[in-house]
């Protein structure tokens, strides 16, 4: 009884280092940082990474397609910070200037070649009320 | 009408607080009446709960824009189904709709154990009064979705309308059934307390609670699939699954609530693991609430968050509460939780299951540490670390594989031991299969080392199945004579735990199908004028036309895209890009799916290039996921079966009454 105790024991133990270490293993090498622009920008040559994840707006007048529309060419900015960007694809439907946008990819040369490309829909969801002078009166 | 929905929340909230003392007095004194009333001020508070809920339907329904929720999730031109779909679309609404399914578990909970459970219901009852007291504070004071829009603006205020991604008809289904599952779990929770606080460990708590844990469990799994399914139809990426923070915290107590499901049997039949599963019930709760926060508090960037509010830091201060909570109430009851009897041998059903449990809380524990990476490396670090779905599809897929292969292991041992010959027995067809299976992959060209694993799986649970209900019908037959099918219904009737669960495996292996698929997706984004085609595998998609058409509140660019085989046209798909006139003219796509057996053709139209006339598509062949979809219908089905009382059950039933 006492050995077959043991088996178990050594057999939850093995379980569990096997599932800590395959968790550590595949978190090294799947980490994304999440920075601001200014980060990625002042921190040059001192990420370890070449992948980056961004969040910023879509500078207004930016949005460059490339001529068959399968590419887009940007700025993205947050606060004073500025980024070119590339994204090769198809871009989601709520991407337009002044757009809430988060992007994942490689930063080479100033530009960061995007393969990833979401817009927010949380600005979409509490938009602010604003009275309308069209509508007509309503209410109960 | 909006005043009669504030003020019958807040009575709720003095009647909810009313039954919290009076069952805190009928503990301290055990004077019955005190129990009575706590009751009923629980019940009524529930019933408060539901008035103000058709009170704010009501007022989406009838487009009061004085009240400022209705003002921001409907319009007059909203559809009446989806006003309706409004009561889940913003926060304030959502976390009102939360406390009337929980009105409704609590009503429902109070009226099947008005008989049964004496000494368990009271502190039942503290339990869920303690979770809608926290829901009705939240709500009243922080996010009333009653509040009226300032006087002044109030006149000229025309709704905003829904969100046109929402008007969808899954949308009309999937929030309600995330919602029954994520607050269901508040049932078998309370009894989990119940049982501690008043020391009945035996099994009774986990047998009344076993329909109460199917239910939304159940309701959980068809929630997170037609989530998926939403994705699929509606977002236009040709995936149903992303590993989204949302997602995962949906999936988590889906996760802690399976593997509860799995040992509570042994705990039925060998009264052991009764600490391990306090432990899982209370964290699937937790991992509810917990969900809740990840969704509402905004602390992580999702697709899906609502807007960060200064809620988080009041659902963060729940969920500290209900672990510090659970983890005194564990320690004070250690020792009795205890087991007496003890695993005999490896290859037995209890170690199955014992195995079974390590990998699905080894696979929450994955998806929680990347779903929480991102604030724990900021904590840590100082810089924000993500990680997204290479991380999750790269540890989830070996993870899943060993469960296949646990599902079909798990049903083939025997209780106790499982002899060398039993073992032979019921081993010898399944891993013949999968051999097989395997080589044929092989020979057809498949390389890849996860797909050809997942099929030779696939194969392996199957005959694992086949064999043990041909086998049980067979032993039925020898001993009644019924006919096949008789004997099949009756097997299935007398164990439906037993047999419900196999067609839930079956559903889930179905599902697995339908992943292995996703390996082989392919797809292209291309430009097409008129006329032109391009080739993906064996088809052929070709521009036919594309027009523009004006309707009630949008206007569509259509796309019709002719796609043959070998010459022969197998359908005309005809994907849109919607321009929302009433929503600030927000974009959307309608993607055009044309759904065969074992494969979908899927075309998205990205919009049109003024210059040179012609238009851009995304084209993709998605391989099996109709397999997934099947399989959660047949999960459903499997999972009724085993819900849906026994002929026996009913007998006791009737007895009982007569």
């Known amino acids: 009884m006492k050995n077959q105790r043991m088996r178990f024991a050594i057999l939850i133990v093995a379980v569990a280092v096997v599932t800590f270490g395959w968790i550590t293993i595949s978190t090294s090498e799947e980490e994304v940082p999440y920075v601001a622009i200014s980060e990625l920008l002042e921190g040059q040559g001192t990420w370890k990474q070449d992948r980056f994840r961004l969040g910023g707006l879509v500078e207004a007048g930016s949005i460059a397609y490339s001529y068959d529309r399968l590419a887009v060419d940007f700025v993205m900015v947050q606060g004073e910070a500025r980024l070119p960007v590339h994204y090769s694809g198809l871009t989601p439907d709520m991407f337009q200037d002044e757009t809430e946008v988060i992007i994942e990819g490689e930063y080479r040369d100033g530009v960061l070649y995007a393969d990833n490309l979401m817009t927010k829909c949380a600005s979409r969801y509490e938009v602010e009320i604003t009275p309308d002078e069209t509508a007509t009166p309503q209410g109960v | 009408m909006a005043l009669l929905g504030s003020t019958t929340l807040q009575l709720s909230l003095a009647f909810c607080g009313l039954a919290f003392v009076l069952n805190a007095m009928y503990l301290a004194n055990r004077d019955g009446r005190f129990f009575v009333g706590a009751q009923r001020g629980l019940i009524a508070s529930s019933l408060l709960i539901l008035i103000a809920t058709f009170s704010l339907v009501h007022q989406l329904m009838v487009s009061n824009f004085s009240v400022e929720y209705v003002a921001r999730y409907s319009s007059a031109a909203t559809p009446t189904m989806y006003k309706f779909a409004g009561l889940w679309a913003g926060m304030e609404g959502s976390l009102l709709f939360w406390l009337a399914i929980l009105g409704i578990y609590v009503i429902l909970v109070n009226y099947l154990n008005r008989a049964r459970n004496r000494s368990l219901m009271p502190i039942v009852n503290v339990v869920m009064a303690i979770v809608m007291l926290f829901f009705l504070m939240v709500t009243i004071f922080f996010e009333n979705p009653f509040t009226m829009l300032p006087e002044g603006i109030r006149m000229q205020v025309r709704g905003m309308g829904l969100n046109p991604l929402l008007q969808h008809p899954v949308m009309l289904i999937h929030p309600p059934m995330l919602y029954l599952g994520y607050v269901g779990f508040v049932v078998p929770f309370a009894f989990a307390v119940a049982a501690l606080t008043t020391r009945r460990l035996d099994a009774t708590w986990v047998r009344s609670t076993r329909r109460w844990t199917l239910l939304p469990w159940l309701f959980l799994a068809i929630g997170i699939i037609l989530g998926g399914r939403w994705a699929y139809v509606e977002l236009g990426w040709g995936g149903y699954w992303a590993w989204d923070p949302v997602e995962n915290a949906s999936f988590l107590p889906w996760l802690t ?236 009737d007398k164990n439906r735990s037993r047999y419900g669960g196999a067609i839930v495996h079956l559903g889930v292996l179905l599902m697995f199908v339908g992943f292995v698929g996703k390996a082989f997706t392919v797809e292209q984004d291309t430009t097409l004028r008129t006329g032109e085609s391009t080739h993906l595998q064996d088809y052929v998609f070709t521009l036919e036309k594309h027009y523009t058409v004006e309707r009630s509140n949008h206007t569509a660019l259509i796309a019709d895209i002719a796609v043959s085989r070998a010459d022969k046209l197998v359908t005309v798909l005809k994907p849109e890009k919607r321009v929302y006139t009433d929503q600030n003219n927000q974009p959307n796509s309608e993607v055009a799916i044309y759904s065969k057996p074992l494969e979908d053709l899927y075309a998205l139209v990205g919009g049109e290039n003024p210059e040179s006339g012609s238009v851009v598509l995304k084209i993709m062949i998605n391989p099996l996921v109709q397999m997934v979809w099947l399989g959660g219908i047949i999960l459903t089905i499997g999972t009724i079966v085993a819900i849906w009382p026994s002929r026996t059950d009913r007998r006791l039933r009737e007895k009982r009454l007569a």
Not at chain 2, 257 to 274: C, D, F, P
Not at chain 2, 426 to 442: D, H, K, R, S
């Open chain 2, 257 to 492: 609530g399976t593997a509860y499901l799995h040992s509570v049997i042994i705990q039925e039949k060998k009264n052991m693991l009764r600490l391990w599963n306090v432990i899982l019930i209370m964290a699937t709760f937790t991992l509810t609430i917990f969900g809740t926060y990840l969704t509402r508090s905004g602390i992580l960037s999702s697709v899906h968050a609502f807007a960060g509010t200064e809620l988080g830091i009041w659902f963060f201060g729940f969920v500290m509460l209900i672990i510090v909570a659970c983890v005194i109430l564990v320690l004070m009851r250690k020792d009795e939780l205890a087991s007496r009897n003890r695993l005999e041998s490896f290859t037995s059903r209890e170690s199955g299951f014992l195995f079974n449990n390590m990998i699905f809380v080894a696979l929450a524990l994955a998806v929680l540490w990347g779903t929480m990476f991102p604030i724990l490396s900021e904590a840590v670090r100082g810089t924000k670390i993500t990680v997204g779905s290479p991380y999750f599809d790269r540890i989830t897929t070996p993870i899943g594989l060993i469960l296949l292969l646990m599902i079909g292991i798990g049903p083939l041992l025997a209780w106790r031991r499982t002899s060398i010959g039993t073992m032979r027995r019921n081993f010898t067809l399944p891993m013949g299969a999968a051999i097989v299976v395997a080589a044929v992959c092989m020979l057809l060209g498949i390389h890849r080392i996860y797909p050809v694993l997942a099929i030779a799986l696939v194969a392996f649970v199957l005959t694992g199945i086949v064999v043990e209900v041909v086998r049980g019908i067979g032993a039925r037959r020898r001993t009644s004579g019924e006919s096949s099918l008789r004997a099949f219904l009756n097997m299935v």
